[in-house]
């Protein structure tokens, strides 16, 4: 069995017609009847209902289907893969959620740039969920993000754990608790999420964070990004919560306070191709590290 008789079969499937099918690939009628009835003595079953109008599947035809759809998808992938690897042009494509921008992800790249002047590097915003599928199309070469999103082709390393904070106004009651607050103390308050797209998110991880330490917020509104929700805070109408490094926006009136419970973090992760161990990504790596150190950040170094 070859990819192309997957092709044909996928073809004839999904235009309910060898007729149409051979127009659409460019091919006479005779030969693909012939193809597809090789592929049915190879696997000895029956993939069509014979002399159904229009053509239809057997049940077992119908797996088969959804298998092949499968098959073709995984060896396009690949494809579009091995043609990134094979690229002469030396570009170093990242993809990163937009809150990371507050971080230490500037000063990662900088120095990356610094030590490594012969690459081209890139960067596109995109969300976690969004990387992962960009990374599969290798239209970028890793990606930061902040969920825990597993994909078989995708290797995924935390990096390090980032508290979070609670983001109030500065004439709120539990500003006077510098030292801290639990999140069972603003269980009642009126909270921002953000953003509000793409789902998994940022908020979508606060909301698991409450649920499964039993906590029920009922008071939650989302909005669009992080600078709106400050926004909103700053002006009094309730509270954020953020991680560590957004405390960089600086507002009237806007206060940090660190969240007590130890599970208050947001883990961020580099995601990279399976199989990619390049030199330039294990230098990107060195970079990571080589910041975090500076910034006297506790970590478990991943080996790549």
Not at 40 to 62: C, D, N, V, W
Not at 115 to 136: F, G, N, R, W, Y
């Amino acid at each position: 069995m070859e990819l192309r008789h997957l092709r044909y079969f996928v073809a004839v499937v999904e235009e309910q017609s060898f007729t149409k099918a051979a127009e659409k690939l460019f091919i006479a009628q005779p030969p693909l009847s012939r193809q597809i009835q090789n592929l049915e003595s190879e696997l000895g079953i029956q993939l069509f209902e014979r002399g159904s109008r229009p053509l239809k599947t057997t049940e077992a035809g119908q797996f088969f289907y959804q298998h092949a759809v499968k098959l073709l998808s995984n060896a396009e992938e690949i494809k579009t893969m091995t043609k990134r690897v094979g690229l002469m042009e030396k570009t170093v494509t990242m993809g990163f959620v937009g809150s990371l921008l507050y971080g230490l992800l500037p000063k990662i790249v900088y120095m990356f740039r610094q030590q490594q002047p012969h690459l081209k590097i890139e960067l596109v915003e995109m969300s976690t969920k969004d990387q992962i599928q960009a990374l599969k199309e290798g239209r970028i070469d890793v990606g930061f993000g902040r969920l825990r999103i597993s994909d078989p082709a995708i290797r995924r390393v935390l990096l390090r754990e980032e508290p979070l904070l609670l983001a109030i106004h500065s004439s709120h009651h539990l500003s006077t608790q510098a030292a801290g607050v639990y999140l069972s103390e603003v269980e009642d308050e009126n909270l921002f999420l953000y953003p509000i797209h793409p789902k998994p998110n940022f908020s979508t991880q606060v909301r698991q964070i409450f649920s499964e330490h039993g906590l029920d917020p009922k008071n939650l509104k989302e909005v669009r990004e992080i600078q709106l929700a400050l926004g909103l805070v700053a002006a009094g109408e309730g509270a954020c919560i953020v991680p560590e490094s957004a405390r960089t926006i600086q507002l009237p009136n806007l206060n940090y306070i660190p969240i007590l419970d130890d599970f208050a973090k947001s883990p961020i992760f580099l995601a990279m191709r399976n199989m990619d161990e390049s030199e330039d990504i294990r230098s990107l790596f060195d970079c990571i590290y080589q910041v975090y150190d500076l910034e006297g950040f506790l970590y478990d170094r991943a080996i790549i």
